[in-house]
């Protein structure tokens, strides 16, 4: 059997294969921005979602809040909304990557709007701003009241409609010779494949998946960085993993559960225990609009102190609730909770990685033609703390950035070929007995001794071979968590959103970020069946 490819379809070595330019995964705000970018480009353009159907099944869907955007010719500048993300990023984020994305995020969004995007306007021609946590300017540009998400997503799925979008295409392995990309390994219902290409830009999301209970949707389960990460492509900051205060608490139930925007904070609303006492009085100077990381840690002590299995967030004295808040509005009246009435029941919740694959301001990667834009990526914006509503802003830039790059990248490299790889079989916990693992050892608040029992059980993981979806996150999921564990425990200090008991105090000499990769992470790594 011949190993060269021809250039039309056809079965090489058991797989279909095709080629392209530029391979785009995921199409949230990240991959939908950098494919019409590569497109723009003249660039072939093939864009690949695991979801059963395009649109639909992204996080960016999701995301409440806003964009942080400092506007021109307002009480805001770049400078301020600088210092106010270096602040929340605790000492981790690269000044420089955050004041280039930061300075960029005004062209991004007149972008969005050119592309059919529509912001709530508090007067003809000027955008209403709110604030969230961490913000010390109302910044934040939103849609809908609280559907910014809904709407980003909407104007980029027709923007993008024309494109060559393929749902139901996981993709299971990044191939690359020599540190450079060569394609893809994708499994869609002819069985598995190859895209053959030269440039590939991850925009898979992130990782909430990893708990039991997240704001993220199913689809969140650490595709790309399991795909870096087995390609030898280092991550970083991966134990710096965001639980956002208030996910609406109904019940112990697990899977995706609603939101409740930050934003209904910056509108004056209060979080208080069952007894009604403040839950942040005292903890921070900005108090319930402290960074994420401060909130959702007092949130916990006071949990913890109380036995309680939540506390509340009244928004009672907010006019105008439902129709400034109507996606909030509507999860609550499904839980059974009149906001207008009742304090809503919150708890913290899984919500954003802001650790990833590590990049430059352009998602360009260690590995030649790999590019990672959006939560998957780590470009040094975040730190050890995302703050609030900076990753719509993030995913628009440096999404757009990484499509440019990529479609430069693959001009300059031409046509590449990728050697038929052997099916790979690799370590899987169940779905179920991994999530309730890290919520009960990783999440917002950690020990060596959980931790060390996490890595237990990670290390006793199952090789399983990637026949399904269900198979491949099983193993995406299993990697990350490995990596995060190995993290968690190497930063023995507290910082950001990594809270650790027995490490309370800030460490100064840990001020660092470290790269790292798959070695010594899980013991039973394999390569090939
Ligand atoms: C929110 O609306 O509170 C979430 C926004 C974000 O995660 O940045």
Not at 18 to 27: E, F, H, K, L, S
Not at 136 to 161: F, P
Not at 213 to 231: R, V
Not at 456 to 473: I, S, Y
């Amino acid at each position: 059997m011949s190993r060269q490819p021809s250039c039309g379809s056809g079965r090489w070595a058991g797989h279909w294969q095709q080629r392209a330019d530029v391979v785009v995964i995921g199409t949230g705000v990240a991959g939908l921005v950098a494919a019409l970018a590569a497109h723009r480009a003249g660039r072939k353009v093939v864009v690949l979602t695991k979801a059963t159907e395009f649109p639909g099944g992204t996080a960016t869907y999701y995301a409440q809040g806003g964009i942080a955007v400092a506007m021109p010719d307002s009480d805001d500048a770049v400078d301020t909304h600088v210092a106010d993300t270096l602040a929340a990023g605790a000492g981790l984020c690269d000044p420089d990557a955050v004041r280039s994305i930061v300075a960029d995020g005004y062209r991004a969004v007149c972008d969005l709007v050119g592309y059919g995007a529509r912001f709530d306007e508090a007067g003809p021609g000027r955008w209403a701003l709110t604030r969230e946590g961490g913000h010390s300017r109302r910044r934040i540009i939103h849609a809908g009241g609280d559907a910014t998400g809904a709407e980003v997503q909407r104007a980029l799925d027709v923007a993008a409609a024309h494109l060559d979008i393929r749902p139901n295409h996981v993709v299971l392995q990044l191939l690359h010779r020599d540190d450079a990309i060569t394609g893809v390994l994708v499994r869609n219902a002819d069985g598995p494949g190859v895209i053959h290409a030269p440039a590939v830009v991850l925009a898979t999301g992130g990782l909430g998946q990893l708990y039991t209970a997240t704001t993220n949707p199913p689809g969140s389960t650490g595709d790309g960085l399991a795909l870096a990460l087995w390609a030898g492509v280092p991550v970083c900051d991966v134990e710096f993993i965001q639980f956002h205060p208030t996910m609406l608490y109904n019940g112990p139930a697990g899977g995706r559960r609603p939101l409740i925007t930050e934003a209904v904070r910056g509108e004056g609303a209060r979080l208080i225990d069952a007894r009604g006492r403040s839950v942040t009085a005292g903890v921070h100077p900005m108090g319930d609009l402290a960074p994420r990381d401060v909130v959702a840690a007092a949130i916990h002590a006071r949990m913890t102190e109380t036995g309680a299995p939540c506390v509340y967030l009244d928004a009672r004295g907010i006019p105008g609730f439902a129709e400034r808040f109507p996606t909030v509005t509507a999860s609550c009246l499904a839980a059974g909770i009149d906001p207008a009435r009742q304090p809503i029941p919150v708890v913290p919740g899984a919500h954003y990685s802001c650790g990833g694959v590590r990049t430059d301001v352009s998602g360009r990667t260690a590995m030649s033609g790999l590019f990672a834009a959006g939560e998957v990526a780590r470009t040094g914006m975040h730190g050890a703390n995302r703050l609030a509503s900076n990753s719509l802003l993030e995913g628009l830039v440096v999404g757009g950035r990484a499509g440019a790059a990529a479609a430069e990248h693959a001009a300059a490299a031409g046509v590449v070929t990728a050697e038929p790889p052997e099916p790979a079989v690799r370590p899987a916990l169940p779905r179920q007995a991994l999530q309730e693992a890290m919520s009960r050892h990783a999440a917002v608040v950690r020990d060596e001794s959980g931790l060390a029992e996490l890595a237990g059980e990670l290390d006793a993981a199952e090789p399983r071979k990637l026949n399904t979806r269900n198979d491949f996150e099983d193993a995406a999921l299993t990697c990350v968590a490995a990596v995060v564990v190995a993290a968690a425990r190497e930063r023995t200090e507290s910082r950001g959103c990594h809270h650790r008991s027995d490490y309370p105090e800030t460490d100064p000499a840990q001020a660092v970020s470290v790269p790292r990769t798959l070695e010594g992470a899980l013991v039973t790594e394999v390569a090939c069946c």
